[in-house]
């Protein structure tokens, strides 16, 4: 692994798409800055780093703050130039519509929107500087579709890809790649499995498949091809989702 006089910023460090996404980036020499609420939980994440033998800078985040979100991104970049940032708040709750309070609406939106506007507006402004640089940002099937008890997640993430669109435009003339990644399925995580033995049973979860659900290195896999892009085929969009997924 060599060392890249480079930073990738992770906002939303999860345990498991962000983690992963972390891992490979400084597997692939990047010097990471990872973000999320409570820092503390990023302590494993940075043990796995490094001892891999990379480098990472863990940071406790609310990025629904603008001042915080400014700070964060403004330390990646003064630490090493700012080459990669990955936007990865999910905010995936689901209530019937009369159910769905002000303040949980509110929330979502603040968490899956507001905070990736605010990330992609500074990683923009700390990569033009240099004119160059990768912006990406998480979706989900909500930011296609609305369904049933996702009122306040699908109108989020329906904003968040437009801010990703918007952005694209704007910025990939200027050589920042913008992109959105859908991922269209459930992500084997302790969320995702806990809300299928809630909804079909321990046996259904005991015998489950394992291709239903996407691996989240796989998911990392998909962000690190988007960063490889030849600038003459980028992708503003990808969609991912595990072979046997209906869609």
């Known amino acids: 692994m060599a060392a890249r006089n480079a ?18 980036f400084a597997a692939e020499g990047f010097t990471v800055f990872a973000g999320r609420r409570n820092g503390d ?9 490094e001892s891999a033998g990379g480098k990472i800078f863990a940071r406790s985040l609310d990025a629904r703050k603008e001042e915080e979100i400014v700070a964060f991104i403004g330390d990646a970049d003064h630490h090493a130039p700012l080459e990669v940032c990955i936007f990865n708040i999910g905010a995936n709750v689901n209530f019937p519509i009369t159910e769905t309070t002000e303040r949980v609406f509110r929330k979502v939106w603040e968490m899956a929107c507001y905070a990736g506007f605010l990330t992609t507006r500074e990683a923009a402004k700390a990569m033009l500087a240099r004119g160059r640089g990768s912006i990406f940002l998480t979706g989900a099937t909500a930011s296609l579709r609305g369904g049933i008890g996702f009122a306040a997640f699908a109108s989020a993430k329906f904003g968040l890809r437009a801010v990703s669109q918007a952005a694209a435009r704007e910025l990939g003339p200027k050589n920042i790649h913008v992109a959105h990644l859908i991922v269209d399925a459930g992500v084997d995580t302790q969320f995702v499995r806990d809300r299928i033995k809630a909804r079909e049973g321990e046996e259904a979860l005991a015998n489950l498949d394992p291709e239903r ?3 989240p290195d796989a998911v990392a896999g998909a962000y690190w091809q988007l960063y490889e892009q030849p600038r003459s085929a980028w992708s503003s969009e990808m969609e991912i989702r595990p072979f046997g997924e209906k869609w």
């Open 7 to 24: 930073t990738a910023a992770i906002v939303g460090a999860g345990d498991y798409i962000g983690a992963a996404i972390a891992k490979k």
């Open 213 to 215: 659900l996407m691996n």
């Open 41 to 49: 939980k990023l302590a494993p994440l940075v043990k796995d780093v």
